[in-house]
């Protein structure tokens, strides 16, 4: 197969997608990491350990490799530092290269014995952030989610990034001078980035790689 070849392959992919993200059937996917410890106290001590990840969204920018820049903000829109996440608050995620900022809020959180999780879906910007609180900040529609989620079983650790109905907002009433670039972010370059991104997220959670 020529380089043209290649090229060609890649562009009908990329549409491809593009054509089913802008379709009525949304996509859904999830990405995953396990490790396994010697003994179930090693485990507790491990899950613990991947609470604190979890919830410390800010770390989340030191993680290892190429990742996006992750700002946790109150639902106030006020910088939080060194504190955990809360139901309410929103994360500006930041792609790496010049790209719009992405938005989304903190709809709910569980925090249990064996299981801990949030889910956030697209949002505006927080209050305090834009004169303009009614344009949704993200390559996604409002529909879609995005859960982060670590449990125990037995001696084994799990970590998941569950995305569900994932459409691209092109929508113009709600999107702006946002329309191509969403459509570009998402058939493109985020499609091809989403796997890196979350599958390192998910084995920082579960202890594969740590920050330095």
């Known amino acids: 197969m020529g380089l043209s070849d290649i090229v060609q392959s890649i562009k009908e992919k990329i549409l491809k997608e593009i054509k089913v993200l802008k379709g009525k059937n949304a996509k859904d996917k999830i990405y995953y990491s396990k490790n396994e410890f010697k003994t179930l106290q090693d485990t507790k001590e491990a899950f613990n350990r991947s609470k604190t990840k979890l919830f410390d969204v800010n770390k989340w920018s030191e993680m290892p490799g190429i990742t996006s820049t992750f700002e946790l903000y109150d639902g106030n829109g006020l910088g939080k530092s060194g504190k955990p996440i809360e139901t309410g608050d929103y994360i500006l995620i930041n792609l790496p290269g010049p790209l719009p900022d992405n938005w989304v809020k903190v709809t709910s959180m569980v925090d249990q014995e064996e299981m801990a999780e949030f889910v956030v879906g697209p949002s505006e910007k927080p209050i305090n952030q834009t004169d303009d609180k009614e344009k949704v900040e993200h390559f996604f529609s409002e529909e879609a989610t995005s ?10 650790l799990y ?3 569950i995305g569900k109905d994932e ?9 702006g001078d946002r329309e191509w670039i969403n459509t570009l972010m998402t058939g493109g370059g985020w499609l091809g980035f989403q796997k890196v991104q979350w599958k390192n ?3 920082y959670l579960v202890h594969r790689t740590e920050i330095e």
């Open 159 to 161: 970590a998941y990034e």
């Open 167 to 175: 459409t691209i907002n092109n929508e113009w009433d709600e999107t």
């Open 201 to 203: 997220l998910t084995d």
């Open 147 to 156: 859960t982060f989620r670590i449990k125990r079983v037995g001696t084994i």
